[in-house]
Nanobody, 125 residues
Framework: QVQLVESGGGLVQTGGSLRLSCAAS????????MGWFRQASGKERDFVAA????????STADSVKGRFTISRDSAKSTVYLQMNSLKPEDTAVYYC??????????????????WGQGTQVTVSS
């Protein structure tokens, strides 16, 4: 059973940056591909970015491409989401997730086995 805990969310102005972290425990992080999703108020949970088990392959949603970068540090059992040039439409709760389908990044929610509790990101205009 893998436990995931997100951190790093907060309030930032348009154009600012944040780095989200997802700390994993209770399992070997390299056994999983990892993903970030976000859910704005009243909307569905959408894919943001994902990374395969060794960090060699990443996938990023078109809406954040060029602004957000996913990475992982296996020694620290942590996955990161660096968010730059933030916009008000990036405001959402951001969730980290782990998938046993580890060879390639997974963009679909139903491919994930474990989820964190989420961290709020608010971008003011």
């Amino acid at each position: 059973q893998v436990q995931l805990v997100e951190s790093g969310g907060g309030l930032v102005q348009t154009g600012g940056s944040l780095r989200l972290s997802c700390a994993a425990s209770g399992g070997t992080l390299s056994s999983y591909s990892m993903g970030w999703f976000r859910q704005a108020s009243g909307k569905e949970r959408d894919f943001v970015a994902a990374i395969n088990w060794n960090g060699g392959i990443t996938s990023t949603a078109d809406s954040v491409k060029g602004r957000f970068t996913i990475s992982r540090d296996s020694a620290k059992s942590t996955v990161y989401l660096q968010m730059n040039s933030l916009k008000p439409e990036d405001t959402a709760v951001y969730y980290c997730a782990a998938s046993r389908m580890r060879l390639v990044p997974q963009p679909r929610r139903d491919m994930y086995d474990y989820w964190g509790q989420g961290t709020q990101v608010t971008v003011s205009s």
